[in-house]
């Protein structure tokens, strides 16, 4: 006699006609998984145009999806649009106030929001429930470059490369601001390990440019700025970098921070 089988065949078949499969999952809840698994892969792939609208279909099979929002917050974040990566971040921390990555992302936007003394808390919330969050202090050092405070900011990083030395985001942090008060060797010392290596981009080559024009070599300036900018944007910020070069330390950093080309990392929107 070969009941079981039958008794489990049926089981399927009832379930399937309560709308469910053996995972206990409706269809609108597989395809939010199977959706949100896509975008996920999107952004970590770094295809955030087609990641967008994919965390866009998963929240409409699923309106309180949490992940889901946390993943179109950092999106949002990694494209620039500051106020539409907090509304995420709060609608994700209003429901699960302990999700770091959440924490991270909301001191981030403040950032991009000009609000860096906001942001600065919030990074400060996620280290009093890990203090060992490596990404909570890249947050932090950026938070307080951006308020001038440079030498608090290089504490916070070297703390976070205690705890994540291959880290591209804080590295590159470290080197920017090593290279704003005019340490162009330190600079140079954390950035050229990254420049060429698969996880470096724009920012960090040219937060590269910057750490050689401080230390004046120019023409290696040149050469790394031009893998990213055709000959007349090359030259072009060569001059900025130079003008920078000639201010004092004060007068550079505030200008630095008032400047499109001041490159703070957050993080990749393919991390947390």
Known sequence: MKLAPIIIAGLALSLA???????????????????????????????????????????????????????????????????????????????????????????????????????????????DADRHDYRALNVLGISLDVQGRHDEAQARYREGLALAPDDVALRSNMGLSLAIVGKPQEAIAQLLPIATGPKADGRVRQNLAFAYVMAGDFENALQVSRRDLDEAHAQRQLSYFMQLKALPPEARSAEMRRSSYFFPQSSSARGA
Do not use: H
């Open 17 to 127: 006609a309560c709308g469910l499969d053996l995972t206990g999952k409706t269809p609108l809840e597989d395809s939010y998984t199977a959706t949100l698994q896509e975008a996920d892969a999107a952004r970590q792939a770094g295809d955030l145009d087609a990641a967008v609208p994919l965390y866009g279909r998963a929240l409409e099979a699923n309106p309180e999806g949490l992940d889901a929002k946390l993943g179109l917050g950092q999106c949002y974040l990694a494209l620039g649009a500051g106020d539409e990566a907090a509304a995420q971040f709060r609608d994700v921390l209003a429901k699960r106030s302990g999700d770091p990555a959440a924490r991270r992302g909301l001191a981030a936007a403040l950032i991009t929001q000009g609000q860096p003394q906001l942001a600065e808390e919030q990074a400060k919330k996620a280290l």
